[in-house]
């Protein structure tokens, strides 16, 4: 090949790389998801695995990430360092390719142990693309080398700027916010979630989170440090620290050395539900796959064969379905995969069907050997088994109550439910609101075209609680179901919700602005969480935000959502307004009602989602749960920081 040849084919290279960095700046949403919340908080997921992978290879065991003063984030391990020596192909440093080339991550390392890589595995060229500004600090071989970049695009070559004992590498970046349009500020909880997630599914590794934007009365950072040297193991225990073992130990699995390294760790407790968390490569699986599918299997098979051989099940006159096996279970399964084919509408289902033997025997050999050793265990399990199945015979006879209902249609609709005129479930929303006095102002200052109004009576069921049938049982949830149109159990799955008749495509919670108010949200929202989880992570389910006062002077008024606006208001109108707080909805005039709360043009609505399954499940075990200490603890030190990411 003549030289000017190689020459352009080099720079045929060059444009392609710019082109790459070029269409993650133009389809942003194909490599990160979306462009908004979650989009900006995977920027950083995507530089912590580059640090997790460094630490799965053994090269590094701490890592640090802060949010700082400016509200750039910082990524540093105690790795061995991105290579910067030249990259004979590409003409430029090691590093420079990692960072500016779609897709190069890693590939120069056939050896490294990767198999992290966020959900869509771009690597930090993704990153790079959509930062206005970024910076590479490596540590290495006792040299300190940098390199910074403008969207992307490298300033100047990779350079040593000093003399170090250090290893590792150092990623700074500031979110580009002419992509990140709706926000580039940082969440707090969300990656304090996240980083207690790897930490117990990365044992060994420390984790260090620090945000930098704000002190403390002692003038401290917010700062947290996650370490877990038994992983799942605890992560169970963090999990279902609210809820009451049955059995004595956690039971678990690591099998880190085989083909398929497969981690499990599980405990049954006196609830009846089930919480199954999946993780592929460190991501959660919402949507299940192959390795939950094994991971089933296994503890059907092995527990049946236990309670057959054991005669405890002599006496029973049905089946045992496999759902009962999995009433008051919590569980967790991480799968390391190095190829991963994901499926489902959220791409979040593992498809690799290698994995479903591997991960059905780690689970069947763990639980046998469990059983063996713990006989005492082994039948409070199977006695639990049992009941899950006669529950499920009661509960199933209740559900059919509410279908029967539900089915007939027209005048199967609750005698409450205030319904609106509009068809189209696309544009028809319906307020659940706490009283009948409330439902009636809501009633009054709604519109009726495309609004309905649903009034529940006080506080509802705490289905966290309440065994299946009574929850299927009790009349305020069953107007729930009937009025949304949302049916539960198919022949297959008697937990399945459909969702094709959703009748209204907004279902909004309207409570009081007070402590009452917010533990009838959340009485609300557990139930939609535990048995309808679906209508949450499809978008519809909001909470309305009434405000707390009226400022009113002469025949000017306003409106305040918190003490500030109040006092702004009052200022606006010159001091000395009139002030009433608002102790609950009905205080407000339909009128009022309509104004603030539910006129789209100017209500705030806050849309609920899940950010982490895991999460959200041990908040709500906590708030509706038993326990009394740890749901006093987490209100007291919330009351600055709101959790609950609704
Ligand atoms: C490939 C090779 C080597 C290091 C890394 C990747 C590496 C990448 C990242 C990303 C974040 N932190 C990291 N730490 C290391 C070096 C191989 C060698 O030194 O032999």
């Not at 789209?600 to 399954?613: A, E, G, H, W, Y």
Request: with cysteine.
């Amino acid at each position: 090949m003549s030289e000017e040849i190689k020459k352009n084919n080099y720079s045929a290279d060059s444009i392609q790389a710019l082109e790459g960095m070029e269409h993650v700046r133009m389809r942003p949403s194909m490599y990160i998801g979306d462009v908004g919340v979650r989009g900006l908080h995977h920027l950083v997921y995507e530089v912590v695995d580059n640090s997790i992978d460094e630490a799965m290879g053994g090269h590094c065991d701490a890592i640090s990430v802060a949010i700082n003063e400016d509200g750039s984030v910082t990524v540093e391990d105690n790795g061995r360092g991105i290579p910067v020596d030249l990259h004979k192909k590409e003409g430029v440093s090691a590093l420079e390719v990692v960072m500016t080339k779609i897709g190069a991550g890693g590939k120069f390392d056939k050896d490294s142990y990767k198999v992290s890589g966020g959900l869509h595995g771009v690597g930090v060229s993704v990153v790079n693309a959509l930062s206005v500004h970024m910076k590479s600090t490596v540590f290495r071989e006792g040299k300190i080398y940098e390199q910074e970049y403008e969207r992307g695009k490298a300033l100047y070559p990779v350079k040593q700027i000093g003399e170090t004992e250090k290893r590792g590498t150092r990623q700074t970046f500031f979110p580009d916010d002419t992509i990140f349009q709706q926000t580039t500020e940082f969440s707090y909880d969300t990656l304090s979630a996240r980083m207690r997630e790897l930490s117990f599914l990365n044992k060994g590794i420390t984790i260090t989170f620090t945000d930098k934007r704000e002190v403390d009365d002692k003038g401290e950072f917010r700062s947290e440090v996650f370490h877990s040297d038994e992983g799942l193991k605890e992560y169970i225990r963090y999990l279902d620290g609210n809820r009451e073992p049955i059995v004595s130990h956690v039971i678990s699995m690591d099998n880190d050395k085989g083909e398929i390294p497969v981690e499990v760790a599980l405990i049954y407790n006196t609830s009846y539900t089930e919480n199954i968390f999946s993780y592929v490569n460190n991501i959660n699986t919402h949507e299940g796959g192959t390795h939950l599918q094994g991971f089933r299997s296994g503890l059907t098979r092995t527990l049946k064969k236990y309670a057959d051989a054991s005669g405890l099940l002599d006496k029973l006159k049905f089946e045992i379905a496999g759902d009962d096996f999995r009433e008051g279970l919590t569980a967790i399964i991480s799968v390391k995969v190095s190829e991963p084919q994901f499926e489902g509408q959220t791409k979040t289902k593992l498809g690799n069907r290698e994995v479903v033997s591997p991960v059905s025997q780690a689970v069947g050999e763990m639980l046998e050997n469990y059983l063996e050793e713990n006989p005492n265990d082994a039948k409070l399990i199977i006695q639990k088994v049992i009941l899950a199945a006669q529950a499920r015979h009661a509960a199933k006879k209740a559900r059919e109550m509410v279908q029967r209902k539900t089915v007939m249609g027209g005048g199967g609709l609750p005698g409450k439910l205030s319904d609106c005129s509009e068809q189209d479930p696309a544009r028809c929303e319906v307020y659940l609101v706490e009283g009948d006095s409330a439902g009636g102002t809501a009633k009054q200052g709604r519109d009726r075209n495309f609004q309905a109004i649903l009034p529940l009576r006080g506080k509802i069921l705490n289905v966290e609680k309440a065994m299946h049938h009574k929850v299927f049982e009790n009349e305020e949830i069953r107007n729930i179901f009937t009025a949304l149109g949302v049916t539960v159990g198919t022949a297959e799955d008697s937990k399945a919700l459909n969702l094709e008749k959703l009748r209204y495509h907004k279902v909004i919670i309207m409570c009081d602005a007070d402590v009452d108010g917010s533990h009838i949200s959340t009485l609300i929202l557990t139930f939609f969480f535990r048995f309808m989880k679906e209508l949450i992570e499809e978008g519809h389910v909001y909470i309305a935000a009434p405000p707390l006062y009226l400022v009113k002077k002469g025949n000017k008024k306003e409106y305040a959502w918190n003490d500030v606006q109040r006092d702004q208001a009052n200022e606006r109108m010159g001091g000395s307004a009139n002030i009433q707080r608002y102790k609950g909805l009905g205080e407000m005039n339909a009128e009022q009602l309509w104004e603030t709360t539910m006129d789209p043009n100017f209500r705030t609505l806050r849309q609920v989602n899940i950010d982490s399954l895991a999460e959200a499940d041990q908040v709500f075990s906590m708030l509706m749960g038993d326990e009394v200490p740890p749901r006093r603890e987490f209100i007291e030190k919330n009351a600055v920081y709101a959790n609950i990411d609704a």
